[in-house]
T-cell receptor, first 115, second 111 residues
Framework: DTGVSQDPRHKITKRGQNVTFRCDPI?????LYWYRQTLGQGPEFLTY????????KSRLLSDRFSAERPKGSFSTLEIQRTEQGDSAMYLC?????????????FGSGTRLTVV | GQQLNQSPQSMFIQEGEDVSMNCTSS?????WLWYKQDPGEGPVLLIA?????ELTSNGRLTAQFGITRKDSFLNISASIPSDVGIYFC???????????FGQGTTLQVKP
């Protein structure tokens, strides 16, 4: 499978716990993006990396959120002290530097439920 | 911040009918994209538009990049049951790859 892989697909956690999600992009893609999608809404941009550098962060990314891409390959998104409002689908996408359209691929997402 | 207004919010049509949905923005975009999302999956690209006025087809789907660069529409002709899903428009400014998404149009097709 050469697509974008996300793990886990589903995560249920208690409020206040920390969670971490992983994204493995398409191997030749050096840009990696995180989005959040709540029910009935379109995806909202959170942050993106070019190689290992985090180049942009949305105001949606509070201090409890941190994303890393230490070796410019896979990325992790950690949420500390989860709140019920964090319940959402977290989508990862990857692309080449100039890639949109055909060159921009989403993973299947991680569905987070905070109880 | 930038927002895309997508309409209609939902559609319930008969198989074989044509469908039209559109997106408008107060901001100029240099790329317009249309995605389809099935439950529990990520968005899948349908059509990408890169130039104002561009009209592009992909099978039964046709999309246009508005002349003002602030709007786009998607048409689906002769709908079939597998067209069911949520359709999103997305726009891009600059060259970061960051996409702004509309709120989605939920399409249901009655056989």
């Amino acid at each position: 499978d050469t697509g974008v892989s996300q793990d886990p697909r589903h995560k249920i956690t208690k409020r206040g716990q920390n969670v971490t999600f992983r994204c493995d992009p398409i191997s030749e893609h050096n840009r990696l993006y995180w989005y959040r999608q709540t029910l009935g809404q379109g995806p909202e941009f959170l942050t993106y990396f070019q190689n290992e550098a985090q180049l942009e962060k949305s105001r949606l990314l509070s201090d409890r959120f941190s994303a890393e891409r230490p070796k410019g390959s896979f990325s992790t998104l950690e949420i500390q002290r989860t709140e019920q409002g964090d319940s959402a689908m977290y989508l990862c996408a990857s692309s080449l530097p100039q890639g949109v359209g055909d060159g921009y691929t989403f993973g299947s997402g991680t569905r987070l439920t905070v109880v | 911040g930038q927002q895309l207004n997508q309409s209609p919010q939902s559609m319930f049509i008969q198989e074989g009918e044509d469908v039209s949905m559109n997106c408008t923005s107060s901001s100029i975009f240099n790329t317009w994209l249309w995605y389809k999302q099935d439950p529990g999956e990520g968005p899948v690209l349908l059509i990408a538009l890169y130039k104002a006025g561009e009209l592009t087809s992909n099978g039964r789907l046709t999309a246009q990049f508005g002349i003002t660069r602030k709007d786009s529409f998607l048409n689906i002709s002769a709908s079939i049951p597998s067209d069911v899903g949520i359709y999103f428009c997305a726009g891009r400014t600059g060259n970061t790859g960051k996409l702004i998404f509309g709120q989605g149009t939920t399409l249901q097709v009655k056989p």
